[in-house]
């Protein structure tokens, strides 16, 4: 297997890699890098913890020219944390360059104090689509400039529907960029972006030899929506966890049972979109430091979410795709640590259950907890019947009628960007 030399990354970056106990490259990295370095647009498809941020990276840097004051390389991510994350690494392995600057570009972040560094050189911006959207609108960023454009976590972007900022924000870029976009899965929309800004773009694609670690143990706890919180209560108690992470479905959700663990005197924080960034950062700073001993999550706001000494991970809201909940569960487990991670599975879950134990090719144990806090087999029956009841209801007129309107927004909003792109007479990327 060649190492980072091999595949032309220079001594300076190879001697940072080598003091961060980084020798050997992943398989993504080694199929990735060359091909970037060779100026072909890429569509990598990796799971998380494959290494896919150097696989970018690496190769960004090798073709930066610091003697140029310009933007250079556009890194757009679906959150904060992962923009965040991404700008850290590339300051990593920029210790021993010199004049190579990274700015991190997000909202939550002072504006003015933004302003003040765009004044500067900056070759690679790493952003959000939001805000780097308020910026070219206000005309603080040029990206007619930008010769390469990663879309990072491309897939999360569609979930969290970014594709039309994504469109307006390549629709500023030259024809001329080399374009990497890494995702997990290709959905449909994704190939159809990548059909429309890609020339010939090589494919890439690693699967990992088994999806989960084997040093997580999973476990699913049958229990009812009515007694989810207090079935979870008891698990905390039972197991007792040095780190845990509890992922819930909806910001809504997650505060609720925020206030639930409070009023139950656990140490406890949230994390999710609803917060400032301020107190986004200052929850993560308290559960790195274990100072305190829950987080309560949603799945954006936990992307790119890397902590050490994580124990225990609960799925309060069982995930509905298999890739969210592989990403879940890895938050524990780290750094050959072991881990447990709970899945609390109510009656109308049970499709969603089967997708995911179909999905990652194994049959999740299935644990029974004795005591009052658990709710007996009648009411998980009970709930159960009522969710084939509802299955089986007819839909009704009004909602029909509100599904049937839904095409023609879509429509409307493809108009407006076809015309867009047909009325400029600017030499932007149209194919």
């Keep these: 297997m060649p190492d980072f030399l091999q595949l032309g990354i220079r001594k300076e970056i190879n001697h940072t890699l080598k003091s961060l106990g980084l020798v050997t490259p992943t398989p993504i990295q080694e199929k990735t890098i060359p091909s970037i370095l060779a100026g072909k647009d890429v569509i990598a498809q990796a799971q998380t913890g494959t290494g896919k941020t150097l696989a970018f990276v690496l190769?960004?840097?090798?073709?930066?020219?610091?003697?140029?004051?310009?933007?250079?390389?556009?890194?757009?991510?679906?959150?904060?944390?992962?923009?965040?994350?991404?700008?850290?690494?590339i300051k990593k392995m920029i210790e021993n360059l010199e004049d190579i600057n990274v700015l991190a570009v997000y909202g939550g972040q002072d504006v003015e104090h933004q302003l003040k560094k765009l004044k500067g050189a900056q070759h690679i911006v790493v952003a959000t689509p939001g805000r780097l959207l308020d910026h070219i609108r206000r005309?603080?960023?040029?990206?007619?400039?930008?010769?390469?454009?990663?879309?990072?976590?491309?897939?999360?972007?569609?979930?969290?529907?970014?594709?039309?900022?994504?469109?307006?924000?390549?629709?500023?870029?030259?024809?001329?960029?080399?374009?990497?976009?890494?995702?997990?899965?290709?959905?449909?929309?994704?190939?159809?972006?990548?059909?429309?800004y890609m020339l010939e773009p090589e494919n890439i694609q690693v699967k990992a030899k088994r999806i989960t670690v084997d040093e997580i143990r999973q476990i699913v706890i049958e229990t009812t929506d009515r007694r989810k919180q207090e079935t979870l209560l008891h698990l905390l108690q039972e197991h007792r966890p040095f780190l845990g992470i509890i992922f819930c479905r909806t910001k809504i959700r997650a505060k609720k049972l925020q206030e639930a663990l409070i009023a139950n005197d656990y140490d406890s924080d949230e994390l999710h979109g609803d917060l400032t960034q301020a107190k986004?950062?200052?929850?993560?700073?308290?559960?790195?430091?274990?100072?305190?001993?829950?987080?309560?999550?949603?799945?954006?706001?936990?992307?790119?979410?890397?902590?050490?000494?994580?124990?225990?991970?609960?799925?309060?809201?069982?995930?509905?795709?298999?890739?969210?909940?592989?990403?879940?569960?890895?938050?524990?487990?780290?750094?050959?640590?072991?881990?447990?991670?709970?899945?609390?599975?109510?009656?109308?879950?049970?499709?969603?259950?089967?997708?995911?134990?179909?999905?990652?090719?194994?049959?999740?144990?299935?644990?029974?907890?004795?005591?009052?806090?658990?709710?007996?087999?009648?009411?998980?029956?009970?709930?159960?019947?009522?969710?084939?009841?509802?299955?089986?209801?007819?839909?009704?007129?009004?909602?029909?009628?509100?599904?049937?309107?839904?095409?023609?927004?879509?429509?409307?909003?493809?108009?407006?960007?076809?015309?867009?792109?047909?009325?400029?007479?600017?030499?932007?990327?149209?194919?």
């Design 59 to 89: 190769p960004i840097l090798e073709k930066i020219d610091s003697s140029k004051s310009d933007i250079q390389a556009l890194i757009l991510t679906p959150t904060r944390e992962l923009a965040q994350q991404i700008s850290k690494e």
């Design 139 to 196: 005309k603080t960023i040029d990206l007619s400039t930008v010769e390469m454009l990663v879309l990072d976590e491309a897939d999360q972007m569609l979930h969290m529907g970014f594709l039309p900022e994504v469109d307006d924000i390549i629709y500023e870029t030259l024809s001329t960029r080399q374009t990497m976009l890494f995702s997990a899965t290709m959905p449909s929309e994704i190939r159809s972006l990548a059909k429309k």
């Design 280 to 431: 986004r950062e200052k929850a993560m700073k308290r559960f790195r430091e274990a100072k305190i001993q829950f987080l309560v999550a949603t799945d954006v706001a936990a992307r790119g979410l890397d902590v050490e000494g994580v124990t225990h991970v609960f799925n309060y809201d069982i995930p509905h795709d298999v890739e969210s909940y592989v990403h879940r569960i890895g938050r524990t487990g780290r750094a050959g640590g072991d881990g447990v991670a709970f899945t609390l599975v109510a009656p109308k879950d049970l499709d969603f259950l089967r997708m995911i134990e179909k999905g990652i090719g194994q049959t999740l144990e299935k644990q029974v907890i004795k005591g009052i806090s658990i709710p007996d087999r009648d009411d998980y029956e009970q709930e159960r019947s009522s969710q084939i009841k509802k299955a089986r209801r007819p839909i009704s007129k009004e909602k029909a009628g509100r599904a049937s309107e839904a095409p023609s927004r879509n429509r409307t909003n493809d108009s407006r960007r076809k015309s867009k792109t047909t009325t400029s007479s600017r030499s932007k990327r149209t194919r």
